[in-house]
């Protein structure tokens, strides 16, 4: 199922089509379906915090969001994996009609000059045998829910991606 799912997002992604089939959840059940990427985090020596300060609905296409915050969580555990360990912060909060969910991690951070295409298709770092895909699927998923996502990175304090979508409830 995971893999016919990717392969339809990355149909469709080639097309510039991203379908979502959109339905009510709780940011608990979201959480629910990252605890194998939280696991995998904390076996590499990584300490997960998760600051939950919203506890509601969001109205969203669920296994979509789930690749979004899968795709952040895996990078910054490698951002953070030969570092010898370091913080992972999963944050969702809820400012007026918008859900923020922010994604940071002590890791090595992303080059400045590779910033401002960070989003684009075949843009990689540090990564063996990465495609480059993942962020722009990522940055795809997000503004088809009519949301936006943002990412700020050094090499000091590591990198923080913050996601805004509607609420919709």
Do not use: W
């Not at 979201?30 to 939950?52: K, M, P, T, W, Y």
């Not at 951070?109 to 993942?134: N, R, S, W």
């Amino acid at each position: 199922d995971r893999m016919e799912g990717l392969t339809r997002e990355l149909m469709e992604f080639s097309r510039g089509t991203t379908k979502l089939e959109l339905h009510r959840t709780t940011i608990a059940k979201l959480l629910s379906g990252l605890e194998h990427d939280f696991e995998r985090c904390a076996g590499l020596n990584i300490q997960v915090r998760s600051d939950v300060r919203y506890q509601g609905e969001i109205l969203v296409d669920r296994r979509r969001m789930l690749r979004v915050f899968t795709n952040l969580l895996r990078n910054s555990c490698e951002a953070m994996k030969n570092t010898g360990g370091g913080l992972l912060t999963f944050r969702v909060q809820r400012e007026g009609d918008t859900v923020c969910i922010e994604v940071s991690d002590t890791g090595c951070g992303i080059p400045e000059d590779l910033l401002p295409k960070i989003f684009e298709p075949f843009v990689t770092h540090g990564k063996a045998h990465g495609t480059g895909l993942g962020l722009a699927i990522v940055k795809a998923i997000v503004e088809a829910h009519r949301g936006t996502i943002t990412v700020r990175s050094d090499e000091i304090s590591g990198t923080q991606f913050e996601i805004r979508v509607p609420a919709g409830v």
